[in-house]
């Protein structure tokens, strides 16, 4: 006669063969699976052997590229700027190392830096107090910061470039007057800082202009709506702009510019600023915007070439 003990007897031992079941059989599934990842590994390991040896050789070129370009450097830009004033407009944020680069580039072109203005972070405009103590500077009336930042950038960039236009920019009446005034008062409130090199005014005559921007910090601000707003005001009275960004800043300063229809074919871009190859588009470009020429130099997207074409006067 069948008893409970039967039952409890079946069913231990029906639970019995499923656990020894799931054993072996979760040993084999196991190696398989362990087989197969330690392929993948295997091939993820070679994928990157390969991925490494082709960044050495990236590498290896770049330095090679690099090393050429300070060889030929002299010979190319040496007295491509002589004779040219270069206004430099730089951010909070922007790396030092880019400004000297650039500085020792015009230089050594035999051009000369006029003068440097820094655009503080103050132009954040963190408060309303702050909007309205620039839209009254400027001469607007408004309550949103970026119309007013628009309005600051337009407006210098305009005066800047009118003055620059001037057979005697320091005279007491005109442009000249009027960016004196715009920029002692910029200065006095925090938003801009102006360096005078060696000449006594903001913008000579017949200057040129660089914007340099990008850094491991930024500012607190969209840069690259200031550098495209303040080109326009520069190139409305004809005059040579640049724009130039190092790599891997994150501002988008150059790609904006590249992108924007208004100014994208008036004004000379560079990416990689920081390089010597991009240091020789930088003065080339100018020397060719002051004919009228312009482009966009570099290897980032918009780039038309790394170098201008062969400049000859």
């Known amino acids: 006669m069948v008893n409970f003990r ?7 031992a029906v639970f019995l063969s499923l656990a020894i079941g799931v054993s072996l059989g979760s040993g084999f599934v196991g190696e398989a699976a362990t087989g197969r990842l330690k392929e993948d590994i295997e091939s993820v390991r070679k994928q990157n052997g390969i991925v490494r040896d082709e960044n050495l050789e990236l590498k290896a070129r770049l330095e090679d590229a690099e090393s050429f370009a ?7 830009i040496e007295g ?3 004779g040219e004033n270069v206004v430099f407009v730089r951010f909070d944020h922007t790396d030092s190392a880019l400004t000297d680069a650039a500085a020792g580039a015009v230089e050594e072109a035999d051009g000369t830096i006029a003068s440097t203005l820094t655009v503080t972070d103050k132009l954040a405009l963190g408060s309303g107090e702050e909007v309205q103590e620039l839209a009254n500077i400027v001469g607007i009336t408004s309550s949103d910061p970026a119309e007013v930042r ?3 950038a337009g407006r210098l960039g305009l005066f800047m470039s009118q003055t620059g236009g001037q057979l005697e920019p320091s005279s007491d009446t005109g442009p000249a007057s009027r960016l004196t005034s715009l920029a002692e008062t910029l200065q006095e409130a925090g938003y801009l800082t102006v360096e005078l090199n060696e000449s006594q005014d903001i913008v000579p005559s017949n200057a040129m202009f660089l914007i340099l921007g990008g850094g491991s910090g930024r500012p607190g601000f969209n840069a690259w709506r200031f550098a495209i707003e303040m080109s326009s005001g520069l190139v409305e009275e004809g005059a040579a702009v640049a724009v130039a960004e190092r790599s891997s800043s994150g501002w988008n300063l150059v ?3 590249r992108e924007d229809d208004r100014i994208s074919g008036s004004v ?10 991009s240091q020789i588009a930088l003065v080339l470009g100018l020397a060719r915007a002051g004919q009228g020429i312009t482009g966009h130099y570099g290897s980032d997207e918009g780039a038309s070439a790394p170098l201008p074409e062969a400049f000859l006067d």
């Open 150 to 152: 628009i309005e600051m």
């Open 255 to 257: 790609q904006r510019v």
């Open 6 to 12: 039967f039952h409890l007897i079946s069913l231990v």
């Open 268 to 277: 000379v871009t560079v990416d990689h600023a920081e390089t010597t190859t």
């Open 70 to 76: 300070l060889a030929v450097r002299s010979w190319m």
């Open 80 to 82: 491509a700027l002589q």
